[in-house]
């Protein structure tokens, strides 16, 4: 009972808050037709001044933090992201109506991380002064390269196995075309050069080997919270628009949507309990690690998907993402997730 009410306390709290107000708000005036446009360029923009700003952070609490605190986390962040590749891989793919290669691009994406998501879980967390390591946010890119690379390393895999057996059931005889051989380095290059990874990659190495604590604190830390608020309300026209995707695929993506997020963030904060313990982490970071593991990533991960999956339907994946498990892991995981720690005692 006592986690039921902090959920309710905290899931009250976000509908009262920016975050979630202006990613509801978003989606109701799409709903009611509203021609409200807001330019690509300049949400790219807030995108990279956001997650500049969290690579700041994160740059900069690193240089002056003990890195041996970091191993368990970052291990942890990478197990997470594999681990829900996988799960989709086993789970939604057994679903009717559902392609394999759809389901393993699904699983990457939710794999991946959302930089407005954690955006949105940072903020919450300093508005209800949970105390974090600084550096957790620099958890991103150790979750989401990995979650990406193996979605399109196993999709591949796939492909290949089943060209292979259509190859030796072709009563023809002709020769078929050889299977592709996956190449590593190119989806994790093709990653780290996604504006979503630049950006925040660009913050961490200035905030390590520069002083950029003047224009942190004087720019980017001050225009943070209203940045992400048109963020969050950009991401709600898109997510009602892209609800008309969702429902041209199998519905068994809508249950994936909600419960998924709820999964890979308790796997991850399970995980973070383990950092907890061992190596002292804060209940706030482990609140981190399992925000970062619900949410599905809205940036970076479908170009790279789209290049790596070519065969996968985007309607399926992003519609999955961005209608339904991007307004869940924002608007219930993060409430969920800091009600769980606040029951447990550590914050």
């Not at 982490?281 to 990533?297: E, K, N, T």
């Amino acid at each position: 009972m006592e986690f039921i009410s902090f959920f309710v306390k905290d899931f009250i709290a976000q509908l009262q808050s920016p975050t979630l107000s202006f990613l509801i708000g978003g989606m109701i005036i799409a709903a009611l037709g509203s021609e409200l446009v807001i330019p690509e360029s300049i949400c790219t923009i807030i995108v990279f001044m956001l997650l500049t700003k969290i690579g700041l952070t994160g740059g900069i609490a690193i240089r002056n933090s003990n890195l041996t605190e970091m191993v368990l986390p970052v291990l942890f962040a990478v197990i997470s992201g594999i681990a829900i590749v996988f799960i989709a891989r086993y789970t939604l793919t057994n679903l009717p109506k559902v392609k394999v290669v759809d389901a393993i691009a699904t699983g990457g994406l939710f794999g991946a991380v959302s930089g407005s998501t954690m955006a949105a879980g940072l903020t919450v967390l300093e508005e209800q002064k949970i105390t974090y390591e600084a550096w957790a946010g620099a958890l991103y890119p150790f979750m989401d390269i990995p979650a990406l690379v193996t979605a399109i390393v196993v999709a591949n895999i796939y492909l290949n196995k089943k060209q292979q057996r259509a190859a030796a059931l072709d009563p023809t005889g002709d020769e078929s075309p050889r299977p592709n051989r996956v190449q590593i380095w190119p989806i994790i290059e093709e990653s780290l050069r996604g504006p979503a990874l630049s950006a925040m990659l660009l913050g961490l190495a200035l905030g390590i080997f520069a002083q950029p604590e003047s224009v942190y604190k004087g720019f980017f830390d001050p225009a943070f919270r209203g940045l992400l608020s048109i963020l969050m309300l950009v991401m709600g026209m898109e997510a009602w628009s892209r609800l008309g995707e969702l429902r041209k695929v199998a519905q068994w993506y809508v249950v994936y949507s909600v419960v998924a997020p709820f999964l890979h963030g308790l796997i991850a904060f399970g995980l973070g309990m383990i950092a907890h313990i061992t190596m002292n982490f804060s209940m706030g970071g482990v609140v981190i690690l399992a925000v970062i593991a619900s949410s599905s990533s809205d940036i970076s991960g479908p170009p790279t998907l789209r290049a790596g999956i070519p065969s996968a339907n985007p309607s399926a994946y992003i519609g999955a993402s961005t209608a339904i498990g991007t307004p869940v892991a924002i608007g219930l995981c993060i409430p969920f997730f800091i009600g769980l720690a606040q029951a447990i005692g550590g914050l």
